[in-house]
């Protein structure tokens, strides 16, 4: 059975709150929040004071912080203060990647790294044992609505087994145009954890969506 974690970028941002609570209500295990600073990414999403205020409303909830950013190493704290649960950021942002790590961890926080699409997945690979999730980006990071990217099964492939084969316990995500006709092939390649946006907010009934990828 797989994780959901629906990307709020794709909720009703007037009724942030409600949607969050009812996708939760529905079984969805995470809240994916997805931040962008407009350098890294060529978007500009939510920050510290939106997950703040989810936290608040929403204090048992699992917050799934994606960070598409230039300086994970700064914002780390900020976020984990807020009431992220795990941070995830990208080999390609620059930074020192196992300082980020270790300061993500120091902060009480599980630790997650993230490669794009053009990105090899093997260059995840030396750091699976400091991460407790590695994510696959399945479109080019930044918009969400986006068509899925089959060549990121390849890449889920390829860490289910080195993660198996060197009996790691890090999930395996995946973000990107998840949806119920991508979700399966996904779960098939090893993903632990489907990150699904419009998917799940966009559907008629978003309960019914969480429900159909959970089953996965």
Known sequence: MAMVSPSILSADFAHLGSDCRAVLDAGAQMLHYDVMDGHFVPN??????????????LPDAFYDVHLMIDDPLTYAEPFAKAGASLITFHLECGCDTAATLARIKALGCKTGLSVKPHTSVQALFPYLDQLDLALVMSVEPGFGGQKFMPMALDKIRALR????????????EVDGGVDAVTGPACVEAGADVLVAGSAVFGAADPATAVAGLKAL
């Open 44 to 57: 500009i999403s939510f920050g510290v004071p939106v997950l703040k205020s989810l936290h608040k409303a």
């Open 161 to 172: 087994e080195e993660i198996d084969r060197r009996g790691l316990s890090c999930l395996v």
